[in-house]
C-alpha cells in the first residue's frame, strides 16, 4: 500500500514545513525513460519538417523578400525621379521670379520688351469694349483683352496700350508702348506668365483702322502674340499692331 496521512491540520501544524516524498526507483526510470523519449520524438518531428519542408519555404521567403525588395526599390527610384522633378522645376520658378524682378515686374503676368525699354505688368481679362474698365486697367499697365488666349495656349494673345482722348493724357496712358513703332523683324519680347518665361520673336508690324477689331477675335491652332497701340502715339488715328511668334527653341 502507498503511504498515506495528513500533511497539513489547521490549528496544529505549523505556519510551514517541509515535506520529503520517497518515489519508488523504478517510477523514477519510468519518468526519466518516458521525458527523453517525448523530448526526443519533438526533436525528430522538426528535423523531419525541417528537411521535408525546409527547402520549399526557403523558395517561398526568399522569393517574397526579392519581391518586396524589387517592388520598394522601383517606388525608391520613382520618388526620387519625381522629387527631383520637383526640385529642378522649382529652381526654373525661382529663376523666372528673380529675372522678371530685375526688370521691376512680377512674374505673374507681365511684358518686357528690351529694345525699347519697355516693361509693365499685365491686367488680365480687360474687356476692350468697355472704355471705363480698360483706362482703368491702362493706369496700372498693359491690358490683357479679355476672351483671347493667354502664354503657352494654342491662340492669340493679345495685349493693348492705346487709349488716350487727348494729347495731354499721353503720358499717363501710353507711354508703355511708346516706341513699339520701333520694333522690327526678329526682335524680342518676353512675357513672364505663372511663373514661367515665354520669348516671342516679332514678324510683321500692321497699322489698321480703330474700327478694325478682327484682331480680337480669338485664332485657335497656332500661338502669336498681338501687341496694340494708338498710332500716331498719343492719337487715336490708327492702331499700330505688333505681330509676334514664339521663338524657336
Same mark, same amino acid.
Not at 519625381?82 to 526640385?87: E, G, K, L, M
Not at 469694349?129 to 495656349?153: R, W
Given at each position: 500500500?502507498?503511504?498515506?496521512?495528513?500533511?497539513?491540520?489547521?490549528?496544529?501544524?505549523?505556519?510551514?514545513? &517541509?515535506?520529503?516524498?520517497?518515489?519508488?526507483?523504478?517510477?523514477?526510470?519510468?519518468?526519466?525513460?518516458?521525458?527523453?523519449?517525448?523530448?526526443?520524438?519533438?526533436?525528430?518531428?522538426?528535423?523531419?519538417?525541417?528537411?521535408?519542408?525546409?527547402?520549399?519555404?526557403?523558395? &517561398?521567403?526568399?522569393?517574397?523578400?526579392?519581391?518586396?525588395?524589387?517592388?520598394?526599390?522601383?517606388?525608391s527610384n520613382s520618388e526620387l525621379?519625381?522629387?527631383?522633378?520637383?526640385?529642378?522645376?522649382?529652381?526654373?520658378?525661382?529663376?523666372?521670379?528673380?529675372?522678371?524682378?530685375?526688370?521691376?515686374?512680377?512674374?505673374?503676368?507681365?511684358?518686357?520688351?528690351?529694345?525699347?525699354?519697355?516693361?509693365?505688368?499685365?491686367?488680365?481679362?480687360?474687356?476692350?469694349? &468697355?472704355?471705363? &474698365?480698360?483706362?482703368?486697367?491702362?493706369?496700372?499697365?498693359?491690358?490683357?483683352?479679355?476672351?483671347?488666349?493667354?502664354?503657352?495656349?494654342?491662340?492669340?494673345?493679345?495685349?493693348?496700350?492705346?487709349?488716350?482722348?487727348?494729347?495731354?493724357?499721353?503720358?499717363?496712358?501710353?507711354?508703355?508702348?511708346?516706341?513699339?513703332?520701333?520694333?522690327?523683324?526678329?526682335?524680342?519680347?518676353?512675357?513672364?506668365?505663372?511663373?514661367?518665361?515665354?520669348?516671342?520673336?516679332?514678324?510683321?508690324?500692321?497699322?489698321?483702322?480703330?474700327?478694325?477689331?478682327?484682331?480680337?477675335?480669338?485664332?485657335?491652332?497656332?500661338?502669336?502674340?498681338?501687341?496694340?497701340?494708338?498710332?500716331?502715339?498719343?492719337?487715336?488715328?490708327?492702331?499700330?499692331?505688333?505681330?509676334?511668334?514664339?521663338?524657336?527653341?
Amino acid at each position: 500500500m502507498r503511504p498515506k496521512g495528513t500533511i497539513y491540520q489547521k490549528g496544529h501544524s505549523g505556519t510551514h514545513g &517541509e515535506i520529503i516524498l520517497f518515489i519508488p526507483l523504478l517510477i523514477r526510470i519510468l519518468f526519466h525513460f518516458f521525458r527523453g523519449i517525448g523530448g526526443g520524438m519533438i526533436a525528430f518531428a522538426v528535423l523531419v519538417f525541417a528537411f521535408s519542408f525546409g527547402p520549399v519555404v526557403k523558395q &517561398e521567403i526568399n522569393y517574397f523578400l526579392q519581391e518586396k525588395g524589387i517592388t520598394l526599390e522601383s517606388n525608391s527610384n520613382s520618388e526620387l525621379a519625381d522629387f527631383s522633378v520637383q526640385v529642378a522645376e522649382a529652381e526654373k520658378e525661382i529663376a523666372v521670379q528673380k529675372e522678371a524682378q530685375s526688370y521691376g515686374v512680377n512674374s505673374y503676368f507681365s511684358v518686357v520688351i528690351p529694345k525699347i525699354d519697355a516693361k509693365a505688368n499685365i491686367i488680365a481679362n480687360v474687356d476692350a469694349a &468697355e472704355p471705363n &474698365e480698360y483706362l482703368d486697367a491702362l493706369k496700372k499697365g498693359v491690358a490683357h483683352a479679355k476672351g483671347t488666349y493667354f502664354p503657352g495656349q494654342s491662340g492669340t494673345i493679345f495685349l493693348f496700350s492705346h487709349s488716350t482722348d487727348s494729347p495731354l493724357n499721353f503720358a499717363r496712358y501710353n507711354a508703355v508702348f511708346y516706341l513699339l513703332k520701333k520694333l522690327e523683324k526678329g526682335d524680342e519680347i518676353l512675357v513672364f506668365f505663372a511663373d514661367k518665361r515665354y520669348v516671342y520673336e516679332v514678324g510683321e508690324k500692321v497699322i489698321t483702322s480703330p474700327m478694325d477689331t478682327s484682331w480680337l477675335n480669338p485664332k485657335i491652332g497656332t500661338e502669336e502674340l498681338v501687341l496694340m497701340t494708338c498710332d500716331p502715339p498719343g492719337t487715336t488715328w490708327n492702331r499700330l499692331l505688333i505681330i509676334a511668334k514664339p521663338q524657336e527653341k
